[in-house]
């Protein structure tokens, strides 16, 4: 029967055929997940701080504020503010290249012209001390700002106390 | 309107008000307690000023004009708070001509005890003339006229001459509506304010800028007699005091100070600057000729000396001073010689400012957390406060010496607003309290002296 066993052959192929033809479409089976690998992250390098030798964020982070502070109506240096000056002349005998503008500021309650004065007092008491702590003269010049140039803004001494301030600015 | 009580001459009526408002020379009147009640404004009726003629002029027409004009001699008056000027709409009849008697039965009704009657008139070279009949309603007399020809475009100033005349026809005493302001315009946040100097009349209008904000300008003053202002600036970061010619709109720098001058004030004279020069934290009064700029210090004292005042005379300079201890008024002569106390009350005393009249001295007091303006007699006595709110500082007077002007800073709020500045006036009863308008916050106000 060979021509019979032909037919079936010529048959189950057929079968065959179409049932792969429908077959292709079914998606094929995922692959094995990718081997997850844990493991630590090596320890930050340590690159020091962000800011230059010598700038005013080095002399903060240093000497730990750029300003002093006031009583109202004195241009008298607290001992904060001689500790904080301190420092601060510390730092900059060690970056003799510097040379700094101390600004004098008042809080709102003087009058204008006076405060100019006033202004004027605390910057050169600021410039006197760090004179005598060795900073030359010639490094540092001041101005007043009277109360032209408040950082604080409230009717009260929280606010008035933060402006009554002498402030290093490095030129 | 206020009532009449008595059929009483408006110049008597006047001369009564001005008996309250002269400290010092009527005898039972020194001190007034700001509380009361104001006197009583004399009623006065200024209709609309006739139109003689139809031309176009750049300010607008003559109608536009004669309209416009009445209601800027209204606008002064008024806020003189010596006078009240009647509402159009009681007017019983409009007068049409301002060269015959008005008929006073008209008037009386209506309470008016002054009446003006105005005209405009197109002149044949393009200019206007002004010109203004003032009445007295009870007497049915005539009592003073002024005609005044200008350019079209001056027709404030031609108004602001008017007033003046009413004013001083009416009460004795020189007018100041025809005078200007310099003060500080301030824009921007509290942390990084710009100022800029600023120019205006009294009444607000004509504003304009002399200086473009690029650096902090402070205290401007006007000359006595010249078209100069002196100031404080940080121009270039170094502060100083500067020269400002209004004509040439140059700016220059006064002296050769090695450190910061500050605090500006012309002699009467105009031939001099007081200043303070700061050297080494102390600061001293000097003066600048300014024909030769020699300078003479006037000051020695360790302490903060500083805001020099002339007397009107010129032989006299008050001050404020810290060297007892808190700050306080002194009075010298002119020479630095013969330094006295003469600020004594509770609290601390600041910016004094000889009257132009002489008798009072006007500052600021810093007690009980506020800054108020008060003024005292040259001897220390006789001290009044017209001013009660937070911060009120730096007076200047109105050239008649009858009226204060100062700059007000209100209390910050809780979220760190607030704290706004402007210009106010105060008569020195303490009355009659305004805001000056102006197009942004302002401070630091100074009235120069009569145009004239």
Redesign the interface.
């Known amino acids: 029967m060979q021509s019979n066993g032909t037919f079936r052959k010529i048959l189950v192929g057929l079968i065959l055929g179409l049932f792969a033809a429908s077959c292709a479409k079914e998606p094929p089976p995922p692959p094995p997940p990718p081997p997850v690998v844990e493991e630590e992250v090596a320890p930050p390098v340590d690159t020091g701080p962000t800011y230059q030798e010598g700038s005013l964020e080095h002399m903060v982070a240093l000497a730990g504020a750029d300003r002093v502070f006031f009583a109202y109506d004195s241009d008298e240096l607290v001992n904060a503010a001689r500790e904080t000056l301190r420092a601060q002349a510390e730092w900059l005998n060690a970056y003799r290249y510097v040379t700094v503008t101390i600004e004098g500021h008042a809080d709102e309650r003087g009058t204008r012209e006076y405060n100019l004065a006033l202004g004027d007092r605390r910057a050169v008491a600021v410039r006197n001390y760090l004179v005598a702590l060795g900073v030359s003269p010639s490094r540092i010049s001041i101005i007043s700002y009277g109360k032209e140039k408040p950082v604080s803004f409230c009717s009260n001494e929280s606010c008035w106390s933060q402006n009554r301030r002498g402030v290093m600015v490095l030129n | 309107m206020t009532k009449m009580k008595h059929a009483a001459n408006p110049l008597c009526m006047v001369l009564l008000i001005l008996a309250f408002l002269v400290p010092g020379t009527a005898q039972a009147v020194v001190t007034v307690d700001i509380n009361q009640g104001n006197v009583d404004p004399l009623p006065i009726a200024i209709p609309k000023f006739i139109s003689a003629g139809a031309a176009d002029t750049n300010a607008g027409s003559i109608e536009e004009l004669s309209i416009n004009i009445g209601r800027i001699i209204e606008a002064d008056l008024e806020r003189s708070g010596l006078f009240a000027p009647i509402t159009h709409d009681a007017f019983i009849s409009v007068p049409a001509n301002s060269d015959i008697r008005p008929r006073f039965a008209n008037w009386r009704p209506i309470g008016a005890q002054a009446l003006v009657v105005g005209k405009v008139t197109p002149e044949p070279d393009g200019r206007i003339s002004v010109e203004f009949r003032l009445w007295d309603i009870f007497a049915e007399s005539y009592m003073t006229g002024t005609r005044y020809t200008g350019t079209p475009s001056s027709w404030r100033r031609l108004a602001h001459l008017i007033a003046d005349k009413i004013y001083e026809r009416l009460t004795g005493e020189k007018g100041y509506f025809d005078s200007r302001i310099v003060y500080i315009a301030e824009t921007g946040p509290?942390?990084d304010?710009t100022?800029r100097l600023a120019m205006m009349d009294q009444d607000g209008a004509n504003h304009r800028f002399l200086s473009d904000g690029e650096y902090?300008v402070?205290?401007p003053r006007f000359s006595p007699n010249k078209q100069e202002i002196t100031y404080?600036s940080y121009f270039l970061?170094t502060?100083r005091v500067y020269l400002y010619d209004i004509d040439t709109a140059r700016h220059e720098i006064l002296g050769e100070f090695p450190?910061?001058t500050?605090?500006p004030r012309f002699s009467p004279d105009g031939n001099y600057v007081a200043i303070?020069f700061?050297e080494?934290?102390n600061?001293d009064i000097y003066i600048m000729d300014l024909r030769t700029r020699a300078v003479q210090r006037l000051t020695t004292h360790p302490g903060?000396d500083?805001?020099p005042s002339f007397s009107p005379d010129g032989n006299y300079i008050v001050f404020?001073s810290?060297r007892g201890g808190?700050?306080q008024l002194y009075v010298m002569n002119r020479d630095g010689s013969n330094i006295k106390r003469i600020s004594f009350g509770d609290g601390r005393y600041?910016?004094p400012v000889w009257s132009p009249r002489g008798d009072l001295i006007a500052f600021?007091k810093?007690g009980d957390g506020k800054?108020r303006i008060g003024v005292m007699r040259p001897s220390g006595e006789g001290e009044r406060l017209l001013t009660d709110s937070?911060?009120d500082?730096?007076p200047t007077w109105s050239p008649n010496g009858r009226v204060i002007m100062f700059f007000r800073?209100n209390?910050?709020t809780?979220t760190?607003a607030?704290?706004e500045v402007s210009i106010w006036s105060v008569d020195l009863t303490g009355y009659n309290e305004r805001q000056i308008p102006t197009p942004f916050e302002a401070s630091?106000p100074a009235w120069s002296p009569p145009l004239r």
Request: aromatic share 12%.
């Open positions: 509290k942390s304010r100022k902090l402070l205290t404080f970061d502060p450190g910061m500050f605090a303070t700061a080494n934290g600061s903060i500083t805001s404020n810290n808190s700050q600041a910016t600021t810093i800054f937070w911060q500082e730096g800073q209390k910050y809780a760190g607030g704290g630091d």
